[in-house]
């Protein structure tokens, strides 16, 4: 019978504030360990609840169901919106070369999304995200082997894809 380890969210906590130092080594290495998956996914959830709340604190939120349904359901709304999202990133960059598997990708990404914490702060919150730009590169670059070039390429084909949809759902327009 296999020796279950213990859940090590602080290892993996600890390998995500590497990541957004522009460490592309641990970015790779996380990528390469299947167990990096589950201590994402609690990080994606935990910045869900960072922009609930954060949103509460903007006075977004008018009622108190409104509210019970944003805290509720913003870690999970936010895990579905992040996979949807880095699979069109990682589309992107498999159609210019990129070698990671899925997983790989998702895998690294998600623990650099501890920036999202920031968001319990709201202007605070949107500044750090720009810090998202370079990390996402040197992600890129480190785990699907694209040059700075491509990466930057990826980067900018998904804001193009996000402010399209922001147009056609009528938020830009």
């Given at each position: 019978m296999e020796e279950k380890l213990?859940?090590?969210?602080?290892?993996?906590?600890?390998?995500?504030?590497?990541?957004?130092?522009l460490k592309g080594a641990v970015a790779q290495e996380a990528a390469l360990d299947e167990r990096a998956f589950r201590p994402g996914i609690l990080i994606l959830a935990i910045g869900g609840l960072?922009?609930?709340?954060?949103?509460?604190?903007?006075?977004?939120?008018?009622?108190?169901?409104?509210?019970?349904?944003?805290?509720l359901f913003a870690p999970v709304i936010n895990i579905?919106?992040?996979?949807?999202?880095?699979?069109?990133?990682?589309?992107f960059a498999r159609l210019l070369g990129g070698k990671a598997t899925f997983g790989e990708y998702y895998r690294a990404t998600s623990l650099a999304w501890v920036l999202s914490w920031t968001q319990v702060v709201p202007v605070v919150g949107a500044v750090v995200s720009l810090w998202s730009i370079p990390v996402n590169v040197v992600i890129l670059k480190s785990v699907h082997k694209l040059s700075t070039l491509e990466s930057c390429a990826v980067l900018a084909l998904m804001m193009c894809v996000g402010m399209g949809v922001l147009y056609f759902t009528g938020v830009l327009g």
């Open positions: 213990p859940f090590e969210f602080g290892k993996y906590l600890r390998k995500s504030l590497e990541i957004i130092k960072a922009i609930a709340i954060g949103a509460l604190f903007q006075g977004q939120v008018s009622t108190a169901v409104e509210a019970s349904f944003l805290v579905v919106m992040f996979s949807f999202f880095i699979a069109i990133f990682h589309g």
